[in-house]
């Protein structure tokens, strides 16, 4: 529902942006990111609009025709998805993440680590398939060889709501990147997941090819440079690993 | 007089146009075969059955706490009832994530009763429970309002005397009260099922979305909008499908109960006089 609701504002605010001087010269560039970089890259382009969502949301929203210029994905899937069809340029990464767990503040019985997720009763919630959130912790669960299958109570749709559950104190445990666990440190305690049990996440940028491809490059410099290394790593992202 | 009767008639082309074009958009984007086809589909099929299980559980808690409720709202004044009657109609007007929000903290785990539930062995959030519970808070005031409406229009004679030919209250309610209401009633009932079968919000923040136990067929569509939009699509026509059967019913049940009814009830009042 939401998806559907920021693709149409999104399409009038860049309506009312070409309306506005007929030309490219007062168009904003229009920048979508996965929602865990939310408030995190604004400053390398102020003049930019920002329009967060899942990251297979936003795919989606772009093949539908939305007007973006850049598109930020958490994984390479859904990006791959577009770049097939030919509707955006070469990917570029420029930023990695880790999987933490997150339990509710205050509770002494709690899981401890990612064994513990597989004890008979324990409430764990994770991202739906697809998202790249899920498929993630998924990946490490599976690493880990712990089958977590009779605990999983919801299957949310970004990592909000696996943080809202989870900080409400409804479920026991949920698996989310360290930066959302980090924005919401006065609501959850996190716990390290340890490296081996990592997957490689790769956050990737492209030029949307119906967009400002010009403009979209220069973002994407910024993007990759020190500037952008600076705003991410004070986000809590890690750099790119091997 | 000219121009203004045009633009009653824009008003309602416009009107029409723009309800009437997203549900046809959406039997419009997938051809019908296609649309049977992914019904097959486990999820949707998951989804439909999760829908239909807690929506039928649910609509017998609505009718069967509401129809007494609203009987006696109908038939008593008293003080502070239309308090109670504004009470039980605001699921109506409240956003759906309020009453999600809502329904967390009062029955959740860590809410207002979370303990005394957890005593006695109930955990509600992510059940069908919680589903049930969603469905009942957001559909049940359609149906209340629709009861209070009902009985309030049942004539007052035809009750007293039928107290005075010597039918207990409770008789009165079963053989001549109910009867007379059930087209009401009916109605109310069709659109509060239709409501709840829809129910999004509250179930999505109270029980979570897993497919086989809480993901309702709205919860599905919105789960599936990305990758699988076929699915998403052919949920949508059914649900548009099952709406309109609602709303045809919502307006031929009344009429053709009515109908039942008045031809024996008019032959024995027509014996009176």
Not at chain 1, 197 to 208: E, G, H, K, N, T
Not at chain 2, 127 to 151: G, K
Not at chain 2, 211 to 225: K, N, S, V
């Amino acid at each position: 529902m939401t998806r559907r609701v920021t693709a149409v504002l999104a399409t009038a605010a860049a309506l009312a942006g070409c309306g506005g001087d007929g030309g490219r010269e007062g168009r904003h560039l229009e920048v979508f990111a996965a929602s865990s970089l939310r408030g995190v890259l604004e400053e390398l382009e102020p003049a930019a609009r920002f329009t967060y969502g899942g990251s297979d949301d936003l795919a989606a929203q772009i093949r539908d025709g939305a007007p973006a210029d850049v598109f930020l994905s958490a994984a390479a899937a859904p990006l791959e998805r577009l770049r097939r069809d030919g509707l955006v340029g070469a990917p570029r990464a420029f930023a990695s993440n880790r999987l933490v767990l997150v339990v509710p503040p205050g509770r002494r019985d709690g899981p401890r680590d990612v064994a513990a997720l597989a004890r008979p009763g324990l409430k764990l919630v994770l991202g739906a398939p697809g998202v790249p959130v899920g498929d993630y912790a998924r990946a490490a669960l599976a690493r880990a060889r712990v089958d977590v299958a009779a605990n999983v109570v919801s299957l949310e749709q970004d990592a909000k709501g696996v943080l809202g559950k989870v900080a409400l104190g409804e479920a026991d445990a949920g698996i989310v990147y360290a930066t959302d666990a980090r924005a919401a440190r006065d609501e959850v305690r996190t716990l390290a997941i340890p490296e081996r049990l990592q997957p490689r996440i790769r956050y990737l940028a492209a030029p949307v090819e119906r967009g400002d491809t010009e403009a979209a490059a220069a973002f994407l410099d910024r993007l990759t440079g020190e500037g952008g290394a600076t705003a991410l790593r004070a986000a809590g992202f890690v750099g790119l690993r091997g | 007089m000219n121009g203004f009767r045009l633009l009653l008639v824009a008003a309602l082309v416009v009107a029409v146009a723009f309800l009437a074009l997203p549900v046809v958009a959406i039997f419009l984007r997938v051809p019908p075969a296609q649309l049977v086809e992914q019904l097959a589909d486990e999820r949707a099929r998951d989804a439909l059955v999760v829908s239909l299980r807690t929506s039928l559980v649910a609509h017998a808690l609505v009718v069967g706490v509401g129809t007494p409720a609203a009987y006696l709202l109908a038939t008593r004044s008293f003080r502070g009832r239309s308090l109670v009657v504004s009470l039980l109609e605001l699921p109506l007007v409240l956003p759906p994530a309020v009453a999600g929000l809502g329904l967390l903290a009062a029955f959740g785990r860590s809410g207002l009763l979370g303990r005394e539930l957890d005593a006695l062995g109930l955990q509600i959030p992510f059940t069908q429970l919680a589903v049930v519970l969603a469905i009942c808070f957001v559909a049940s005031p359609f149906y209340v309002r629709a009861a209070i409406a009902a009985f309030a229009a049942v004539d007052v004679d035809v009750v007293a005397a039928a107290r005075t030919l010597g039918a207990g209250e409770a008789r009165t309610f079963a053989r001549v009260v109910l009867p007379l209401a059930a087209g009401g009633l009916g109605a109310g009932s069709t659109v509060a099922f239709a409501r709840g079968l829809g129910e999004f919000g509250a179930t999505i923040m109270f029980a979570g979305s897993l497919p086989g136990r809480t993901q309702t067929a709205p919860l599905a569509i919105y789960d599936a909008l990305d990758e699988a939009f076929g699915v998403a699509l052919a949920l949508s026509a059914l649900l548009v499908l099952l709406s309109v059967l609602v709303l045809v019913l919502s307006k031929v049940l009344p009429r053709w109960l009515r109908s039942l009814q008045s031809s024996p009830s008019r032959a024995a009042t027509s014996t009176s006089p």
